[in-house]
């Protein structure tokens, strides 16, 4: 019941005409963003976030409109990966599996609206899921020391590592790199200045939205060069948008399976929306391919995966809001705008901002059905918007980087640091190096290191205060058990690699 | 690029050792440096010993791109200041595009549209002061 009042204050916090104009706005260039191919979420919200400095917003607000835009990529992505055969974002991916081949047999209607409203399905339930469970985490969270949370931030590390897919030691290693920037700057309890090479533009450290912005959105320019530059394929063209009911409903078990095990996939710290559909496609195929029809425009493949996707996002944000810890790249970049407006997610976010935590709750809500509404009457628009040529959409987004990360500052050093993080993010990125590590690590390394420091002030420098509390010794356990599972899956796809590499392509 | 790391978390590491002032605090600005320094070695010399994946660097020609649009980057870090907002985002949008494999003209004019519109969107509505002319054209 509790739950229900606060829910309820969200819902006048979210209903004022600011936050509907900006969750409108918000679900709008979301979809946009995802259905434009080579804009994902996460470099969506990078841009994103210096504009909303920019307009003066406060946390509340700025929230509501990059998490409206975060959902509406994820429900945009469908849309090129259907009509196109080219995922407008990452955790688009799967749907291509199917979704292209619907089309081609000339159910696009149907690809897109069963990809809508399992989209819709996924999300709501992953939204529901963070009304129930988040609190309960916050409030568990409320007894963790010092030391806890320094084991927390290495089972972080330790779960991205392991789930990434690729070889663990290079994301191990990314984490790393983004603590040793998070080092950069003033030391925050002694005042020594550190790896500053006398430069005073790095006494306070690296800014991590200057840092994001480059690794993400400048590095995706660099990407984009070096592919051919040939004219995307011409969209499949599509006579009626209605689609049929009858084969929406048939997929009705498929969206709750995708939904469920995208939401848990989501949850998990460093998971992210890109392993929620994978891992919901697979399990849907494994339960009902009975015919053999999953790749050659099964409907389920269709509704799987993009439940799996949205549900997954939602989930991201339970250990982002109550433990400060991001679930993916995208939760990562929000939690970097938190930080830099001065709010610090985690337990007491929710006894001491209510207001912000349960008036973007409600705002998801209201984001779904919104996104619904833009993706089933209203795709028309985004089809023909989705059509926009590369040439002309990268230099605007170049230019609009530029403006965002130049009026955080006024300073001309941030745009050198973002255009050097661009190339650090795409060298990076060229050595199959994943970069939200990287990103979790500059942004929990100055926390990190203060846990661990008053941990040791606890204690009078005695390490095994470390491993003193019931709560840090399961955190380790759980590392230590992931770390497992990471080392064998790597081993296990070092042999399959061959398989794998053509479900990807 | 596992020797890069390896050399930049050792020099990290030893730089870390310098920092050796405490006073009221266990640790000190050193100790934790450390932590993340040596395994940061050992993970990047287990990466040059056992190297996984391949990467395809991009063609040569591709390279040259790529490069083209890092100097037009870096150049308007530079000229932002000294020509001002419109006419550096006009240079930075019309080349980007061109770099692209947009028609040079097309390019032009959208950056001809685009660089004022976002002047137009940043100074004028949101009043965040960007120099319409720059340094050099405004005598002080």
New interface residues.
């Given amino acids: 019941m509790e739950t229900l009042s606060l829910l309820g204050q969200g819902f006048v916090i979210a209903l004022s005409p600011l936050n509907i104009g900006l969750l409108l706005m918000g679900c709008f260039v979301g979809t946009l963003l995802g259905a434009l191919p080579g804009l994902g979420p996460v470099n969506g919200v990078a841009v994103l976030i210096p504009l909303t400095f920019a307009f003066g917003f406060d946390p509340t607000s700025s929230m509501i409109l990059l998490c409206a835009v975060y959902f509406g990529c994820m429900y945009g992505g469908r849309i090129s990966s259907i009509l196109l055969n080219i995922p407008g974002d990452e955790p688009a991916i799967m749907t291509t599996l199917d979704g292209y081949p619907m089309a081609v047999q000339g159910q696009a209607a149907n690809a897109l609206a069963i990809s809508g409203v399992a989209s819709f399905i996924g999300a709501t339930i992953a939204v529901i899921g963070l009304s129930l469970f988040a609190p309960i985490l916050a409030r568990a969270a409320i007894h963790f020391g010092p030391a806890d949370y320094f084991a927390l931030y290495i089972l972080a590390f330790a779960t991205i590592g392991g789930i990434a897919g690729v070889d663990p030691r290079k994301t191990l290693l990314s984490a790393m790199i983004g603590l040793v920037l998070a080092t950069v700057g003033l030391d925050p309890i002694s005042g020594v200045p550190r790896y500053t090479f006398d430069s005073f533009h790095l006494y306070d450290g690296v800014e991590p939205i200057v840092a994001l912005v480059g690794l993400f959105a400048i590095s995706e320019i660099l990407m984009l060069l070096e592919k051919t530059l040939k004219d995307r394929p011409k969209a499949i063209p599509v006579g009626s948008w209605l689609p049929q009911w009858g084969a929406i409903w048939r997929t009705r078990w498929a969206m709750l399976r995708g939904s469920g095990v995208g939401f848990v996939a989501g949850v998990l710290p460093g998971a992210g929306a890109s392993l929620g559909s994978f891992m919901a496609y697979v399990a849907e195929k494994q339960t009902s391919n009975k015919k053999g029809t999953f790749g050659k425009g099964d409907p389920r493949g269709v509704a799987a995966p993009e439940a799996g996707n949205n549900a997954a996002s939602g989930g991201a944000l339970i250990p982002m809001l109550s433990l400060g810890v991001p679930g993916s790249g995208t939760t990562a970049v929000l939690l970097a705008m938190l930080v830099s407006l001065n709010v610090q997610p985690g337990p007491l976010l929710f006894e001491r901002q209510p207001d912000l935590v349960w008036g973007l709750v409600a705002s998801l809500y209201m984001a779904n059905i919104t996104l619904l509404i833009l993706n089933l009457p209203m795709i028309g628009i985004f089809t023909r918007l989705m059509m926009t040529p590369t040439w002309a959409l990268m230099p605007i987004v170049a230019a609009v980087t530029f403006v965002g990360v130049y009026s955080i500052s006024n300073s001309v050093f941030d745009l050198e640091m973002m255009v050097f993080f661009g190339v650090l993010g795409y060298l990076l990125r060229k050595l199959d190096v994943s970069l939200v590590p990287l990103v979790l690590g500059l942004l929990l390394g100055g926390d990190m290191e203060r846990n661990l420091r008053r941990a040791m002030s606890i204690s009078d420098g005695d390490w095994s205060i470390l491993i003193a509390s019931p709560i840090s010794i399961g955190l380790y356990i759980l590392t230590a058990g992931f770390l497992a599972l990471s080392v064998w899956l790597a081993v296990r796809d070092h042999r399959q690699s061959q398989a794998d590499r053509l479900t990807e392509g | 690029?596992g020797v890069v790391?390896f050399v930049?978390?050792a020099l990290?590491t030893r730089?870390?050792g310098t920092?050796a002032?405490?006073?009221g605090?266990?640790?000190?600005?050193t100790v934790?440096?450390i932590?993340?320094?040596i395994?940061?070695m050992l993970?990047?010399a287990?990466?040059v010993v056992f190297p996984?994946?391949q990467?395809d660097?991009?063609a040569p020609q591709?390279?040259w791109?790529?490069l083209a649009?890092?100097a037009v980057?870096?150049g308007?870090?530079?000229t932002?200041?000294p020509l001002g907002?419109p006419l550096a985002?006009f240079a930075?949008?019309?080349l980007?595009?061109?770099?692209?494999?947009?028609a040079p003209w097309?390019?032009v004019l959208?950056?001809a549209i685009?660089?004022p519109a976002?002047w137009a969107l940043?100074d004028q509505l949101?009043g965040?002061?960007?120099d319409f002319l720059g340094e050099l054209f405004v005598a002080d």
């Fill in positions: 690029m790391i930049i978390a990290y730089q870390a920092y002032i405490t006073f605090d266990v640790l000190g600005p934790f440096p932590i993340v320094g395994p940061m993970l990047s287990s990466l996984t994946g990467v660097w991009p591709r390279m791109r790529q649009a890092l980057l870096v308007y870090t530079l932002l200041e907002f985002t930075l949008i019309a980007i595009g061109i770099i692209l494999g947009g097309r390019a959208l950056g685009m660089a976002l940043f949101l965040l002061p960007l």
